[in-house]
């Protein structure tokens, strides 16, 4: 039986990294899943945006959430599945994620480059992800 897609959208993302499925008005639904860029020992960079909080779901698998303090320190969060960890404007952050993980994403539309900013992380920094390995 089809749906009228006039009604109802409906999407699914299965591949590898982050994927956009909904954009509306302003916000916009993504899904990440496991990116060998995201094993803890290629993570270099980390990422905020200015104008907007993003808001974190795991649905299945594994994720740690690691956010930097306004002095550099790292902390890892085991996300829980069904939990939602909105991260604030302005904090840096990255994921590692388990291979068969799924994080849905809530964000604004007009997330990216152009209102976010990455920042290298030190040697100190990354041997702190290592040690967070999902």
């Known amino acids: 039986?089809?749906?009228?897609?006039?009604?109802?959208?409906?999407?699914?993302?299965?591949?590898?990294?982050?994927?956009?499925?909904?954009?509306?008005?302003?916000?916009?639904?993504?899904?990440?899943?496991?990116?060998?860029?995201?094993?803890?020992e290629n993570i270099k960079k980390f990422e905020r945006h200015n104008e907007t909080d993003e808001v974190f779901v795991l649905l299945e698998g594994q994720c740690t959430l690691f956010v930097a303090d306004d002095e550099g320190g790292i902390h890892a969060v085991d996300m829980q599945p069904h939990k939602l960890y909105n991260v604030k404007k302005g904090v840096y952050h990255s994921h590692t994620l388990s291979e068969d993980a799924s994080v849905l994403i809530v964000e604004n539309r007009d997330t990216g480059n152009k209102n976010s900013e990455r920042i290298m992380l030190s040697e100190a920094q990354c041997d702190v992800l290592e040690k967070s390995k999902v």
């Open 1 to 40: 039986m089809s749906i009228d897609p006039s009604l109802i959208e409906i999407s699914e993302y299965t591949g590898e990294g982050y994927r956009p499925l909904v954009d509306y008005g302003e916000w916009r639904v993504a899904i990440l899943r496991y990116a060998d860029d995201l094993r803890p």
